[in-house]
């Protein structure tokens, strides 16, 4: 069974860095992986951020990017906001698609 | 404005079925594929099922393939998902999704609706 692998929690100051990562059971993440990035706050729907590794949507803050990293995928904020608290979800393909389990970002 | 309005979801018995719609506009529903995503309460997104813009394609997360179908009407801008043999653990928040691309394979997810709430239990 495929899973992939998100950090459960990080916690982030104003202003600063973070990376958040996405894992396959699989082996390396590759861009055949086609890996997506959504934002989720509580009561809301999914809000995607970035798809194909590093592609943002034209709503997405600068602040976001996306790549791989180290045989991952990898969303990094960058002066994070007060705002940027929320769920983050990656996904993958694999002839289908598989979501990892999230990442509970706090911003303290 | 890029709208997706889901409807169909309610209570169920386990072994039933329900028919799940989601209704487009504010973009031409035949140049993307679409997409139903489901989220437990919770609990973590998962994928469910996968359509290309002219149904060529479907595909289906193993969780529910063989019980669930997907469809699509393109003249009326819509999107299906016919739930059959349902379960307890097929309980959950059901989004419908608009894709990047006109195949559902490739890019993902861009436009989310706000969900219909799916409740098995006898």
């Known amino acids: 069974q495929t899973v992939v692998t998100q950090e459960p929690s990080l916690t982030v100051s104003p202003g600063g860095t973070v990376t958040l990562t996405c894992a396959s059971s699989t082996g390396p993440v590759t861009s055949g992986y086609y890996p997506n990035w959504f934002q989720q706050k509580p009561g809301q729907p999914p809000r995607a951020l970035i798809y194909?590794?590093?592609n943002k949507h034209s709503w997405t803050p600068a602040r976001f990017s996306g790549s791989l990293l180290g045989g991952k995928a990898a969303l990094t904020l960058s002066g994070v906001q007060p705002e940027d608290e929320a769920e983050y979800y990656c996904l993958l393909y694999y002839s289908r698609w598989v979501f990892g389990g999230g990442t509970k970002l706090t911003v303290l | 404005e890029v709208q997706l309005v889901e409807s169909g979801g309610g209570l169920e018995q386990p072994g039933r079925s329900l028919r799940l719609s989601c209704a487009a506009s504010g973009f031409t529903f035949d140049d993307y594929a679409m997409h139903w995503v489901r989220q437990a309460p919770g609990k973590g997104l998962e994928w469910v099922s996968g359509?290309?813009?002219?149904?060529?394609?479907?595909g289906y997360a193993d969780s529910v393939k063989g019980r669930f179908t997907v469809s699509r009407d393109n003249a009326k801008n819509s999107l299906f998902l016919q739930m059959n043999s349902l379960r307890a653990e097929d309980t959950a928040l059901y989004y419908c999704?608009?894709?990047?691309?006109?195949?559902?394979?490739?890019?993902?997810?861009?436009?989310w609706g706000q969900g219909t709430t799916v409740t098995v239990s006898s």
């Open positions: 999704a608009k894709d990047i691309d006109s195949n559902w394979h490739t890019y993902g997810m861009d436009v």
């Open positions: 359509i290309s813009w002219n149904s060529g394609s479907i």
């Open positions: 194909s590794i590093t």
